[in-house]
């Protein structure tokens, strides 16, 4: 086994072969070589290899294996890294490491018991896997990758909000949270009611939990409509009152005039009564008068957590078909996930029907975001394109303060830490859910969801590091690259053929569990069989179509410098006929399907 620092490693030859396991500048600042290794395939019987860690991923490919096996798992996909057994272990492959994922796969490697052959590759896996643990930078931060497209300027709050038609004369635009001073996870531009005064707002902020006051989120440009979201107000065990509170949330009603604003609590009732027990609670009847409250049912981070837990155990390494139902059902995943639907799909009736609502859960970070973004979703056919989609996470969950580290544990050995859980993973299948529903109104297709929650453990692009805009410090844009730059750079890959613009259609999905379905090419992908068995064959015809058609794009440029050259005028003729064909095949290829 071999391990090397390598500054200059272009030029060291017996690591050459490292080169062909990473394309991106910045990663490979430590190489470990380990010639005898044994990857104990779960799928197949156990795969002697050589394993590849960088500082940015670990890579695996088999010595002998027929077909090849290889592994390519970025360092921040790994949420735990274990040894397994110890120098007097007995028995073939009973001493190594198992490295636990958040990608929903577990890796197990056997090394040789002599000479504590496993000691350098834990240190520097665990090392390099958490580096905020051990006083180093994510990864972000050490790429140079270079895009055609900054994806850094998606997101233009003020853009977005003239594009939703703001400010009108009954809301207005506030810097109030300039710097933070109004509240330190919220952005820094919100809307506001027109009526609300800056010493009113600050006022609202003492009487919500974290400061996180109700502003608005987006506006039905016919019926005036809002959704708002904030946290729940803190009432506590002895039923305090807020006047300035009262009197913000019928401002709002107002605003569109309608008789009752209606207001959706994301908890269960239960457990909303029992947060008075730490100074929260929820708005009752008797003190918000004009206001109606309903309660969305949908549990807490720590039963998503867990939830995908049960699920992880059912779908790796094996699925047991013969009680695959039952095993899916215990999981209670589809059930959250159909809770969580049902509840958008109301706020969205309700804003449809001309009706103003307010969206919170405990502090409005988590359920809440699901929430509002689905409804936005359900309503708002921009943010069904490809870069609208990026404005939405960008707005609702980025710039609004979903607790990304807290929940993801970017960089961090605390593999138990009870703040993670897998909130945005569940918002995506959400979203997925709707994409199988409705195949034609999303102009984005699987792969960009998919490519959204490998970037979202991988580390490699700052977008959905740290907690909130507060925490992001002025160096996040400037010295870590935006995901969809990635994106952006090669939008086609991610695009959905089969896309109609419709763009006053708003859409309901189905939430009933007989329509809902487990996203097996998410959570099953690294099992082969189920692999093979998922890919569509029209998305694989699709493909193939624009291999061909960057084929026929290749040889017309081709042709066309060779006309172009002075030396090949008396060819002119000859390619001129023959760019033509290239040509026709170009237009078939651009008919819709």
């Not at 110890?86 to 000479?115: H, P, V, W």
């Not at 400010?167 to 952005?187: A, S, V």
């Not at 996040?476 to 890959?493: E, I, M, Q």
């Not at 695009?495 to 259609?505: A, G, I, K, Q």
Request: proline share 4%; glycine share 4%; charged share 25%.
């Amino acid at each position: 086994m071999k391990i090397a620092v390598i500054e200059e490693w272009e030029k060291q030859p017996k690591y050459r072969c490292a080169k062909l396991v990473t394309s991106y500048p910045g990663s490979l600042k430590a190489v470990i070589a380990a010639k005898y290794i044994m990857y104990i395939c779960p799928f197949s019987r156990p795969v002697k290899g050589k394993v590849f860690i960088t500082n940015y991923r670990l890579y695996f490919k088999s010595a002998d294996a027929d077909p090849s096996v290889t592994l390519n798992v970025p360092l921040g996909a790994i949420g735990r890294v274990e040894k397994m057994g110890g120098a007097s272990s007995r028995g073939e492959n009973s001493y190594g490491l198992d490295i636990t994922c958040k990608d929903m796969r577990n890796l197990r490697f056997a090394l040789k018991q002599e000479g504590h052959s496993r000691r350098d590759i834990f240190d520097i896996l665990f090392r390099y896997a958490f580096p905020l643990s051990h006083g180093l930078l994510l990864f972000a931060y050490l790429s140079q990758e270079k895009y055609e497209e900054n994806g850094w300027s998606v997101y233009k709050p003020m853009e977005e909000f003239r594009r939703q038609g703001l400010p009108t004369d009954k809301w207005r635009i506030t810097f109030i949270n300039d710097n933070y001073e109004l509240c330190d996870t919220y952005p820094t531009i919100l809307v506001v009611p027109f009526k609300a005064t800056e010493e009113d707002l600050r006022k609202v902020s003492t009487f919500r939990s974290r400061g996180r006051i109700p502003v608005l989120s987006w506006i039905h440009r016919e019926n005036q409509a809002v959704i708002c979201r904030c946290s729940q107000p803190l009432v506590g065990m002895s039923g305090k009152r807020n006047k300035d509170d009262e009197r913000y949330l019928d401002v709002i009603r107002e605003a569109n005039g309608t008789a009752k604003l209606t207001i959706y609590d994301a908890r269960p009732s239960v457990n909303a009564v029992a947060n008075k027990a730490t100074g929260g609670g929820y708005e009752g009847d008797d003190t918000y008068q004009n206001a109606e409250l309903v309660f969305l049912d949908i549990h807490n981070i720590h039963v998503m957590r867990e939830s995908l837990k049960k699920l992880k155990d059912i779908v790796y390494p094996n699925v047991e078909e013969s009680h695959w139902l039952s095993s899916l059902e215990s999981t209670h995943w589809l059930e959250h996930i159909k809770l969580v639907l049902s509840g958008a799909i109301q706020v969205a009736d309700k804003i449809s029907g001309g009706n103003s609502v307010v969206v919170h859960c405990s502090d409005g970070w988590d359920r809440t975001a699901q929430l509002t973004s689905l409804a936005m979703l359900m309503l708002d056919s921009h943010y069904r394109t490809l870069r609208g989609f990026q404005v939405l996470l960008e707005k609702e969950w980025i710039s609004f303060g979903h607790k990304f580290a807290s929940r993801i544990g970017h960089g961090d050995k605390n593999h138990a830490d009870q703040d993670r859980s897998p909130i945005f993973v569940q918002f995506i299948d959400c979203v997925w859910q709707m994409t199988k529903q409705f195949p034609t109104a999303f102009e984005f297709n699987e792969r960009l969801l998919m490519t959204i929650l490998d970037h979202l453990f991988s580390c490699r692009f700052g977008t959905f590091l740290y907690n909130c805009e507060s925490a992001r410090d002025t160096n996040v844009r400037s010295k870590t690259v935006s995901l969809w730059s990635l994106v952006n750079s090669d939008s086609t890959s991610y695009l959905n053929p089969f896309y109609t613009p419709e763009s006053s259609r708003v859409l309901y999905p189905v939430a009933s569990m007989r329509h809902l379905e487990l996203w097996v090419t998410y959570y099953i992908r690294w099992n082969p069989r189920i692999r093979q068995q998922q890919q569509s064959p029209v998305e694989q015809r699709y493909m193939e179509l624009l291999a061909l058609r960057d084929e026929y794009l290749k040889k017309l440029e081709e042709l066309q410098l060779t006309d172009s050259s002075p030396n090949s005028s008396h060819l002119s003729n000859s390619s001129a006929s023959n760019a033509a064909s290239p040509t026709q095949h170009i237009n078939h290829l651009h008919t819709p399907f």
